[in-house]
């Protein structure tokens, strides 16, 4: 059976970058989801007229409250509307959870790699924050690729320090102050120690742009990963 469509109460909106934003609802009724999933988001002009978009849950399940990211797009029919335009107050429809194979169930066992390019962190930091919840001792192991350093999403909660989770950030443009590693796309040998550290049957998650995403699951591939431990989501 489908999905229902939900009314959403916007009650936060807290910048992550220049044009990201981290969104708050509250959804009545709303069944809770799994760390790793994503929801339809449905608006309705004044004349009838709706469009809908898929955006990836941040927090992991907490009541009715559901945590959205969402990256501004220039000249987005949507993106730039819920970003920057929606008042605080005010409804949209949700229609979700959606999605059962890109997720991290808390209780699982066995460490696990996930690789995020741009706002393709977000389902991820949903994994991060259940971990830690949890009180997991299963030892996480992040790889994030973002531009620049004003490009990076959720830094206090990524940077903060936690047990068992590490954290490689990757600047592809710009790198911050005292960063060792030259600017440049992921690479093998970037994937490499961290690929090392899994257990044979440990999991992977990639997401991000489509482009990114293929290429990562080659080089993990190519590292030796069997494919049906690589779980994938992307975007554009």
Same mark, same amino acid.
């Given at each position: ?37 994503? /929801?339809?988001? &449905? ?20 009541g009715e409250r559901v945590e959205l990211g969402v990256q501004a797009v220039a000249d987005g ?7 920057? $335009? ?5 409804? /949209? ?9 890109? #997720? ?13 390019g741009g706002s393709g962190v977000v389902p991820l930091t949903a994994m991060i924050r259940a ?6 001792? *299963?030892? @996480? ?10 490009? @990076?999403?959720? &830094? ?12 490689? #950030?990757?600047?592809?443009?710009? !790198? ?11 690479? !093998?040998?970037d994937l490499r120690g961290h690929v090392s550290r899994l257990a044979g049957a440990g999991a /992977? @998650? ?10 990562? *699951?080659?080089?993990? #591939?190519?590292?030796? &990963?069997?494919? !049906?431990?690589?779980?994938?989501? &992307?975007? $554009?």
């Open positions: 059976m489908a999905a229902e469509w939900r009314r959403a109460h916007l009650v936060e909106r807290l910048p992550q970058t220049a044009t990201a934003r981290s969104l708050t609802f509250t959804v009545p009724g709303w069944p809770g989801h799994l760390p790793g999933q994503h /929801v339809d988001v &449905r608006l309705t002009a004044g004349d009838g007229y709706q469009a809908a978009r898929s955006y990836s849950l941040a927090a992991p399940p907490d029919e949507v993106s730039p509307y819920l970003a920057d $335009g929606l008042p605080l107050g005010a409804d /949209v429809e949700v229609r979700g959870p959606l999605g059962y194979w890109f #997720v991290w169930r808390p209780g699982q066992t066995g460490p696990v790699l996930l690789v995020g971990h830690r919840d949890e009180k997991s001792a *299963s030892d @996480f192991h992040l790889v994030y690729s973002v531009r620049t350093p004003e490009d @990076f999403w959720y &830094r206090d909660l990524l940077t903060g320090g936690s047990d068992h989770l590490e954290v490689d #950030v990757l600047y592809t443009r710009k !790198a911050a102050p005292g960063s060792t590693r030259a600017p440049g796309r992921v690479s !093998a040998d /992977v @998650f990639v997401c991000g742009p489509t482009a990114f995403v293929e290429t990562v *699951s080659d080089q993990l #591939v190519d590292l030796g &990963r069997d494919p !049906a431990t690589i779980r994938t989501e &992307r975007f $554009g």
